[in-house]
């Protein structure tokens, strides 16, 4: 159930990638245009998590979650049917807001009940089983577009949410007491977030975690254009080849499951920082030189796996500098990740179809995040 919630992420941005090309010609926007429409969802994304974080410490994780995925259910359908691409950007920035409402309460549910080393097992293994949605939703994606439209894909989408609220209802408990809960204020709210933010060893650990992401979101942003219009794909074998790198990341976290019991998490997570960063210049290089897909899809394959040592290390290791405050916590780590995110997806589309926006980015944001994880002490 928790790994389901947290799926949202992908659910949201990685279901309709395959059919963006097709979004873009029924609407009469340009690439550039419709990836706002994923920049619209993560932004929700990020708002949602700052909202929500404060509300599940104060209020419980249970009704929250339940009122976030009617909502979430009600925006996909909107989407299904929306007219125009500024309709559709609406909708899919209340799609994010109540699709944040499943990330941060299924990594605050886990703080809740673990601690330690089991709470940081628990979030590899949630690491191992998140990759799942982003190896499936594209090739789903694709086999969807078979059928119908990429409006039918946002119908899907509603459909798994029905799925996700039938077993938020049946299947789970509440995890915060009463005891444990926080009285809450807007203005208690931005004390918090605040303070986390003036902790150095946290907001390091969400820098590079977020900064590692950019670089992933890159990826995932400007994929679709890549794969199909700069490397001559069609829509189902971009599906087949985003889920092989999705099953790189997969087999990437059970790996990190494992080494989580032995080695620090800092020396983990920066691991996988310096593979990115090096596998993203290395692709910025070969998409500036023009040298094809025998050179770039390696690359990216590396620069996918090594998110699997990044995140789930990081938001352990943040978890663990404030358990006292969970909910926050788990809320701002995803927020930067998302807004980051957001601020990333635009600029991949500025050069059209074009790998080497997508490259630049991925080599600046790893660089970034090698810079910013390798000053981080000990947790």
């Known amino acids: 159930m928790l790994a389901g919630l947290s799926a949202f992420g992908?659910?949201?941005?990685?279901?309709y990638l395959p059919g963006l090309p097709q979004l873009s010609r029924d609407?009469?926007?340009s690439a550039s245009s419709v990836e706002i429409t994923l920049t619209a969802c993560v932004i929700g994304i990020?708002?949602?998590?700052?909202?929500?974080?404060p509300l599940s410490d104060t209020a419980g994780r249970r009704r929250p979650l339940i009122a976030g995925l009617v909502l979430f259910i009600a925006s996909s359908v909107g989407c299904a049917v929306?007219?125009?691409i500024a309709v559709l950007d609406a909708l899919r920035l209340l799609q994010g807001l109540s699709g944040a409402t499943g990330i941060v309460i299924a990594r605050a549910m886990v703080r809740d009940m673990y601690a330690?080393?089991?709470?940081a097992r628990l979030y590899a293994t949630l690491g191992a089983i998140i990759p799942l949605a982003p190896i499936l939703a594209p090739t789903a994606g694709g086999g969807i577009l078979l059928f119908t439209s990429w409006r039918g894909i946002?119908?899907?989408?509603?459909?798994?949410a029905l799925v996700l609220l039938a077993a938020a209802v049946f299947l789970t408990h509440e995890t915060l007491p009463l005891p444990a809960r926080h009285p809450g204020s807007i203005r208690g709210a931005l004390a918090t977030y605040r303070d986390l933010l003036r902790s150095r060893r946290y907001s390091r650990v969400v820098a590079s975690g977020s900064l590692g992401f950019a670089a992933f979101f890159a990826y995932i942003s400007a994929s679709s254009f890549v794969y199909q219009s700069v490397l001559g794909f069609s829509a189902q074998v971009f599906g087949l080849l985003f889920a092989l790198n999705g099953l790189g990341l997969l087999l990437t976290n059970v790996v990190n499951a494992r080494l989580v019991?032995?080695?620090?998490?800092?020396?983990?997570?920066?691991t996988g920082l310096a593979t990115m960063a090096g596998a993203g210049v290395l692709t910025a290089a070969s998409a500036i030189l023009g040298l094809g897909a025998w050179a770039v899809l390696p690359l990216m394959f590396v620069v996918v796996c090594s998110v699997g040592l990044i995140m789930s290390n990081s938001l352990a290791i943040s978890m663990a500098l404030e358990s006292h405050r969970a909910g926050s916590a788990a809320a701002l780590f995803g927020a930067a990740?998302?807004?980051v995110g957001a601020a990333v997806a635009p600029v991949v589309g500025v050069a059209g179809a074009s790998a080497v926006p997508m490259g630049i980015v991925m080599a600046a944001s790893g660089t970034a995040a090698v810079a910013a994880g390798f000053t981080i002490k000990r947790a």
Request: glycine share 10%; net charge neutral; hydrophobic share 55%.
């Open 116 to 119: 330690g080393v089991d709470a």
């Open 27 to 29: 609407l009469g926007a």
């Open 337 to 339: 990740q998302f807004f």
């Open 82 to 84: 929306a007219p125009s």
């Open 154 to 160: 946002f119908a899907v989408q509603a459909l798994i």
């Open 10 to 15: 992908p659910l949201t941005t990685d279901l």
């Open 46 to 53: 990020a708002v949602g998590q700052l909202l929500v974080g």
């Open 261 to 270: 019991r032995t080695v620090p998490l800092e020396r983990l997570m920066r």
